[in-house]
């Protein structure tokens, strides 16, 4: 079945640097891709999302890229600010059920 | 409107007990999941739904049981709680004409001793 793996575990950028957090899938088939923003003790929220279509989308100071010769995708955040502070997942689809198989996330830490 | 919504945000049981979580969505959804998330292993799927009345198995389905008998609910049951059991639940749901994204619910904070 699908394995999307996710890197780094952690990471810590000092603040108005940016960030990049990269995740690779196995199954060729897939086609949709999101990420998903956890702050602490809160729900996960969509923050942007990209199909296989399309090689790289960009909202303000998120973008993501998507190669899908690699199977990879990766997450860019410019500009870091103290409310960028949380757990990121990514995820990766195929189906018609939009079943959603996701990476063991990346805790950002914003150091002021 | 209030999105998706879960029942109770938290619970502790004993090994052995049973209880059911209840999900509600008002956003006339199709798609329905739960998921545990346990800390460092992301979000796992446990069962999710398609429509009312329809039910199947997620990534780790085992000890858990579901029903969708209304579109707007969705209901985990655990029969025979376990320590291994103990994590957060979420609920989402989704619905295909809404551009796939998952909303979800505030989870249950479950700890079974």
């Known amino acids: 079945g699908e394995n999307v793996e996710q890197h780094p575990s952690t990471l810590s950028v000092q603040e108005g640097d940016s960030a990049v957090i990269k995740c690779t899938y196995s199954?060729?088939?897939?086609?949709?891709f999101p990420w998903y923003k956890q702050e602490l003790g809160k729900r996960p929220q969509l923050i942007i999302d990209?199909?296989?279509n399309v090689g790289e989308k960009k909202d303000q100071r998120i973008a993501v890229t998507l190669n899908k010769t690699a199977k990879h995708f990766s997450l860019h955040i410019t500009e870091t600010q103290p409310e960028d502070s949380a757990v990121y997942f990514c995820?990766?689809?195929?189906?018609?059920?939009?079943?959603?198989?996701w990476g063991a996330g990346t805790k950002l830490i914003i150091k002021p | 409107n209030a999105g998706v919504t879960q029942t109770p945000k938290f619970r502790v049981l004993k090994t052995g007990q049973s209880m059911t979580l209840l999900c509600a969505q008002d956003?006339?959804?199709?798609?329905m999941y739960w998921y545990r998330q346990d800390p460092g292993m992301g979000l796992r799927l446990i069962h999710y739904?398609?429509?009312?009345?329809?039910?199947a198995k997620g990534e780790v389905p085992d000890g858990y049981n579901v029903s969708r008998l209304k579109k707007q609910n969705f209901l985990l049951g655990l029969e025979s709680a376990a320590p291994s059991q103990t994590s957060v639940y979420f609920c989402?749901?989704?619905?295909?004409?809404?551009?796939?994204?998952?909303?979800f619910g505030p989870g249950t904070r479950l700890t079974v001793t």
């Open positions: 995820a990766a689809s195929k189906g018609s059920n939009y079943q959603l198989i």
């Open positions: 956003m006339n959804h199709e798609y």
């Open positions: 990209i199909r296989s």
């Open positions: 989402a749901s989704s619905s295909p004409g809404q551009g796939i994204e998952q909303y």
């Open positions: 199954d060729s088939a897939s086609n949709y």
């Open positions: 739904s398609v429509g009312e009345g329809t039910t």
